[in-house]
């Protein structure tokens, strides 16, 4: 079954305790974005994963040095999964890979930024992540003639452990199941909508049906 992933890009923990608190029943994996992180630090992980203990918790920390230590950090907080960007070498990859087995939790790689995303999917599974994200970020999404759809190709061809990030929608989402992912990361799709829960629940739908 394809997990669904909220990436909750709000500023205050409140906030994103709040909403994560409405999507609930309908998500697998909440996902503390980048500017949460930034903003809430380690107690903010720290807090949701208090809030919810039955729910994996991913800090995007998006990592690309320091392999070992952040990780650490993370998985200290309450983190399930850390990020570390597919940009990054090898050799960081890889310590963030000995920290989560160490904790026993999971590294998630970030192709955000990635030129071949499916070959350095590939290289990051032998590496020993989890999955990986095939990532278009905000600005890429941004781009004149982006589609999703260059991702779900991409996860097609990759042949691992792969999650689709960069507009996944009511729309999409269907496809996105199709191509093969592991989990389908919504953001905006959710905590945009003017009733998240019912959103959440409608991508939950689509993915299970």
Known sequence: MVKLQVAIDL???EDAIALATKV???IDIIELGTPLIKSEGLSGIR???DAFPDKLVL???KTADARELEADMAFGAGADYITILGATGDSTIAGAVKSAKAHGK???VDTIGVKDRVKRAQEA???GAEFVELHAGLDEQAEEGYSIQVLIDEAKRAGVSVSIAGGV????ITAVKESGVTVAVAGAAIYGAEDPA???KELKGLLLA
């Open 11 to 13: 500023l205050k923990i």
């Open 47 to 49: 807090k949701m994963k």
């Open 59 to 61: 800090a995007d920390f």
């Open 125 to 127: 599974i032998a590496l």
């Open 169 to 172: 929608n009511l729309s999409s």
């Open 24 to 26: 609930a029943p309908y």
């Open 106 to 108: 999971g590294i998630v």
């Open 198 to 200: 019912k959103a959440a």
